[in-house]
């Protein structure tokens, strides 16, 4: 009752208000509004209304399109980057340390012979194409060939290549012996898949390039069905790598590091990983408060195909993150003292809306492979677990370099013959890349750690022999000199400055730029302010309430025309319409020439009429539109 009784006020007040009609609406708009331009619009001449109507109508729209340009650039939520200085005491950085060979070759030997000796078979039709044809060698496991040979292709004729086989038959219909000088010819790999239907060629402009990532590929498929502690095994150990360790003036040693497997470099040892135990604070900028090794690469027993590059494999990284070390690592070359001056960038991204950044990679739609070495999200470890879903998807195998879920195998040519095929047409997909990338996310905040590289011959020609000796003598008790140059690299590792910078995404156009600029040009333009949009809200309610009334008053008058369409004179009074079914006189009822006297049978009575109701038209209520008030307040 409440309610209804304050919307019959509320109807009232607006009947009394500012008009029942939209012009009523309007003129008092203009009367009362703060804005400047609508009340001239009533007040002056017929040229002076349509004068200030054209300056209002082009000031509004003025107002409006710079309106759209506001909150369309504060939408597109863009940043500034503000960048700062700070100084204090900093933990050291993680640093990998690794051997550019990721095996021992005394070790993997026998793993490798079959594919060593097929290699310098390569190498001699490549060097020597008319001799090695002719040459009877002894028979070579053609097993692995099979899978993925070498071919040269004779490109003499563009538009009819000729494909040559290395050791089978000839191909493309060209002449049995026919052979190729690498001048001539480029080398390439052929990868065909599972039935062999559908082959390819990856083509090389250097046959050392061709023949070096063939032998990665099948080394690949080698070491996949090898048990990680047996690779582990293969690896340097860490006694034999790390010769000497200094961190400030502590003594270190290899029991320092945290163990860790790459596989593209096989055992690789972190300093202050921060894992286990809590980070070691630098306690000064300065060589001489940094880390310093002697790292005995041991050279002589490198993989001669795996492995071209000799030096050691290092990089710097936040603790508790995984080390990518071949995508983001330095090498420091044998025989030389390598100074490694340390400046550290803070990058702090804005998140959501500003960017696509992940605070803990919880908000990535990619399963972390690396998330069992209990390290932090990195857009690399993103990438590289996306490709090895893809892998698995498209392949039904995973890569040998990167993690493997459970459940799943390393791919290998005995039980998945056509995965090379399957993984270089993966690798090459320009949408596998972008859908990764797509699905990938930044890290919000990140650590870089800006590297100042210098080198020099170590040691120098007039202290080699008793250097060599020392270290000799500390590493196996040998009285000769067992080490030389070409395997030993020192390196010092420092910060330059403690002076860090700090790289900070902030909003470019904040709420308060947004109402500001709003304010400005409304203020500018119209002379007006929050109050009056305040009273444009309230015509826009009186609008709304006028449109409902008409609405109401449209079906109310529907329904009269309606009723008076029944009648042809006006419509009957209550009294007419009960006394055409009641009888006065309480008679029986007479049965005249009206209704089939079959309607009431014999034994049933006819119906007693009722009672009459008074014959008064005082029950007739009055439209809604005519209601009075005896006061302001109270509707009658």
Known sequence: MHIKKYLLKCLHRLQKGPGYTYKELLVWYCNNTNTHGPKRIICEGPKKKAMWFLITLLFTSLVCWEWGVFIKTYLSWEVSVSLSIGFKTMDFPAGPICNASPFQYSKVKHLLKDLDELMEAVLERILAPEQSYGNTSKALNSTIWNYTPLVLIDEQNPHHPVVLDLFGDNHNGSAPGRTCTAQACKVAMRLCSLNGTV????????????????????????????????????????????LACLFGPEPCSYRNFTS?????????????????????????????????????????????????????????????????????????????????????????RKGEPYSQCTMNGSDVPVRNLYSDYNTTYSIQACIRSCFQDHMIRNCSCGHYLYPLPRGQRYCNNREFPGWAYCYSHLRMSVAQRETCINMCKESCNDTQYKMTISMADWPSEASEDWIFHVLSQERDQSTNITLSRKGIVKLNIYFQEFNYRTIEESAANNIVWLLSNLGGQFGFWMGGSVLCLIEFGEIL????????????????????????????????????????????????????????PGTYPDEQTLPIPGTPPPNYDSLRLQPLDIIESDSEGDAV
């Not at 083509?203 to 990665?216: K, P």
């Not at 596989?263 to 202050?272: E, L, Q, R, S």
């Not at 009334?549 to 319409?577: D, N």
């Open 260 to 348: 860790i497997f790459h596989p593209d470099y096989g055992n690789c040892y972190i300093f202050n990983w921060g894992m286990t135990e809590k980070a070691l604070p630098s306690a000064n900028p300065g060589a001489e408060f940094g880390l310093k090794l002697i790292l005995d690469i041991g050279q002589d027993d490198y993989v001669p195909f795996l492995t071209s590059t000799a030096g050691a494999r290092l990089m710097l990284h936040e603790q508790r993150s995984y080390p990518f070390i071949k995508d983001e690592g330095i090498y420091a070359m044998s025989g030389t003292e390598t100074s490694i001056g340390v400046l550290v960038d803070k990058l702090e």
């Open 199 to 242: 082959c390819t060629f990856r083509n090389f402009t250097s046959a050392t390039r061709a023949v070096t990532e063939w032998y990665l590929l099948q080394a690949t498929n080698i070491f996949s069905q090898v048990p990680n502690q047996e690779l582990v095994e293969m690896g340097y150990p860490a006694e034999r790598l790390i």
């Open 541 to 596: 309610i009186d609008f709304v309430w006028i449109t409902i009334i008409k609405l109401v008053a449209f079906a109310k008058s529907l329904r009269q025309r309606r009723a008076q369409a029944c009648y042809a004179g006006p419509p009957p009074t209550v009294a007419e319409l009960v006394e055409a079914h009641t009888n006065f006189s309480f008679e029986p009822d007479v049965a005249g020439p009206g209704p089939d």
